[in-house]
Each structure stands twice: as structure tokens, then as C-alpha cells.
């Protein structure tokens, strides 16, 4: 069996994750997928020494042309058809079907649609935006497409996504199969006035944020820990930290996964502040660690915290919940029907989910 991988850019973070855990199947079954796209920051002794485990698929990178950023995305799907023709299946992890030749047997992985996140109403500054799609010619693409091929299942990372996904096309989602997620971690002792957060630094993780948050919460320490993929927001978020004097606050650039379990494990609060996120790896990775999460309500971030005492509008708000919360009699009871609701994020229930999708779209021997 051929099976081939399509995302125009590829580096860690959520995407792979879901990756890694597919190819463990696929490995499995005795297929060794490629992976087309423009480029790729990864290689397999990267990937084993992030994850732990290693997998096999290889690498293939295709010309990348010089486009804007969102004319980039739907531009790879047109420039990929020709390469992935003979392949029994396609899993296409780019976010969208536009450009992509229907006829192909697919699975699309959907984490949030390209679509949606352009069909937020047209500006000046939009129009403008000369990095991502000058006059909104690539978004105005989107509006006309409404159906994707008939041999292309669309799947959801969430509830949220799925909705999102059925706003923008004239069709519903196909299924809802959450992203897998390492839960089982060994606890350790917590130390109360400790909180984490985890993800790539980056604008839309607002971490700079949490780091003026802190100013109001001099009494508890707090660990940003992510990828360093953006170099001048990091810098903007130190400066912040000597700017307003904080000793609490301590960024941890590039971690192993030794030192983010440690810190996982040992801390009493997780905080994630992304609007709108699809869903949420590193919320169910700090509640796997034993951590009170405390999130923004909205998008999937509900579905993985389904307790609204533990989410929040406007980070004005999150010294007061900290302090309420490490108060509170019920935090035990939270902490043990937090546990139990990600048992469905499981990876291995992820596995076996995807198995089974893998048996409906490749065909039979």
C-alpha cells in the first residue's frame, strides 16, 4: 500500500503530533508513508528525540514557489497533485481541500479550516496585507468553495472544529477524531504557588500576556515554556520580564522532554491563553500532569475543560481565579473528573480510531 502525507510546511507542534501517531499505525500495518511538502524543519533523529519513539516515513519536498502566506498554502495543494497520483491514499493535514484534485482517495485531517479563519469580515489592513493575501484575492477563492470531492472524508479535531468546518461548507463533517495526547505521566509532589504554561512562542499563545499578568501575581512563579520558532517575540517577552522587574516569571526555551515533564508534574496551575483554540494538546498534557487548568472560554478549550469556574474572559481576570482557586475544597474533586474526562484524548484510543478509519478508505488486499 501507497499511502502519502500533504502539508505545505511541516516543523513540531500539535500537527505532527497527530502525525507521529498515525505513521505508529501505518508503521504497523507494514507502510512507510512520504510526506509531501515545501519544507520541513524535521529529521527522523529529531523526531525520535522528541517523542521518544522513532517512526519511518520519508521526507519529500517539492519546489516551493516565492507567494504570499495564504496564497502558499492553497498553491501546494495544486502543485502536489501530480506528485501523489498512484498513491492508494492521501492524508492531507494542510487545513484545506481548495486545489486539491478530487478525484483522489483522501482523508483530511481537519485541525481548524483555512477557510474559517479567513471569512472573518474584509478591512483595509486585510486588504493590504501584502505578506498573507493582498487584496483578499486568495479568501475571495474561498467563498465559491463550498463542497470538497466525494472520496475526501473530513474529519474534525473537536466538536468546535467541526462546526466551524459546517459554517463554511454545504456539507457536514464526516467524523470527530481527537488529537492523541501523552497522559501518562509519573506525578510528583506539587508545589503550590508553581504555574506552567506550554506552547510555541508566538503572538497568538499570548505569552507576553501572561508575563504582564504576572505583575499581579508576584507571590506564585511562572514557566513559559515552548518552542523558540519566533526569536523576535521571545525577545519582546524577555524584555517585557526585565522591563517590569519580574524575578517570577522564567522562560524555557527549546526544553527537553525531560525538563517539561518535570516542570508539568511539579506544578500546581497550567494556563493556556489562545482565543478560539480547535482543541488543545498541551491543556490535556497539563491536566494528564496533574495540574488545575485555568483557559479561555471559548473554542475546544471547553471540551477539554468542561468546568466553567476554570475559564476566563480577559487575563485581568487570572490572578483572582489562581488565588480562589489554591483556596478552594473543591479542587481535588476537579482535579479527579479532569482526569477522568481526558481519558478520551488518549493516544492509544486515537490509534485505534484512526486504525479503523485506515480500513474504511484504503482498499482491500
Keep these: 500500500m501507497k499511502v502519502a502525507y500533504i502539508q505545505n510546511r511541516v516543523q513540531l507542534g500539535g500537527r505532527f503530533q497527530v502525525t507521529f501517531e498515525m505513521t505508529k499505525v501505518l508503521n504497523a500495518m507494514g507502510i512507510i508513508p512520504d510526506f509531501y511538502c515545501y519544507r520541513h524543519r524535521l529529521t527522523l533523529e529529531d523526531i525520535e528525540a522528541h517523542y521518544g519513539a522513532s517512526i519511518q516515513l520519508n521526507f519529500k519536498a517539492i519546489k516551493e514557489p516565492k507567494l504570499p502566506f495564504e496564497w502558499n498554502i492553497t498553491r501546494f495543494n495544486s502543485d502536489v497533485n501530480k506528485h501523489v497520483q498512484g498513491y492508494d491514499l492521501i492524508i492531507n493535514s494542510n487545513n484545506t481541500s481548495l486545489g486539491l484534485d478530487p478525484s483522489l482517495n483522501s482523508i483530511s485531517y481537519v485541525h481548524y479550516p483555512r477557510k474559517a479563519r479567513l471569512m472573518t469580515g474584509i478591512s483595509l489592513s486585510k486588504l493590504l496585507d501584502i505578506g498573507r493575501d493582498p487584496l483578499q484575492l486568495n479568501a475571495l477563492r474561498y467563498r465559491w468553495h463550498r463542497k470538497v470531492g466525494a ?96 524575578t517570577n516569571v522564567h522562560l524555557i526555551a527549546d526544553a527537553s522532554e525531560e525538563e517539561r515533564n518535570s516542570l508539568l508534574t511539579s506544578a500546581a496551575f497550567f494556563i493556556h491563553s489562545l482565543r478560539e483554540e480547535p482543541f488543545g494538546i498541551t491543556t490535556v498534557q497539563g491536566i494528564g500532569a496533574g495540574c488545575i487548568p485555568i483557559v ?55 490509534r485505534d480510531q484512526f486504525k479503523s478509519l485506515l480500513e474504511q478508505k484504503l482498499p482491500k488486499a
Excluded: W
Design 151 to 246: 472520496r475526501d472524508l473530513q474529519i474534525a479535531n473537536s466538536a468546535f472544529t467541526a462546526a466551524r468546518f459546517e459554517e463554511q461548507y454545504d456539507m457536514k463533517i464526516d467524523g470527530i477524531l481527537y488529537p492523541p495526547v501523552a497522559i501518562a505521566f509519573k506525578q510528583s509532589e506539587k508545589i503550590s504557588h508553581r504555574i506552567v504554561s506550554l506552547g510555541r512562542f508566538s503572538p497568538n499563545k499570548r505569552q507576553l500576556e501572561q508575563i504582564i499578568m504576572m505583575a499581579d501575581l508576584r507571590e506564585y512563579e511562572l514557566y513559559l515554556i515552548g518552542f523558540k520558532n519566533d526569536v523576535d517575540y521571545y525577545n519582546r517577552c524577555a524584555q517585557a520580564i526585565t522591563d517590569l522587574k519580574l
Design 296 to 350: 479561555h472560554n471559548s473554542g475546544g478549550q471547553k471540551e477539554v475543560v468542561p468546568f466553567e469556574e476554570l475559564r476566563y474572559e480577559n487575563e485581568d481576570a487570572i490572578p483572582e481565579l489562581v488565588r480562589a482557586l489554591e483556596q478552594s475544597e473543591r479542587i481535588e474533586e476537579l482535579r479527579a473528573a479532569l482526569q477522568k474526562n481526558i481519558t478520551a484524548f488518549d493516544s492509544a484510543s486515537f
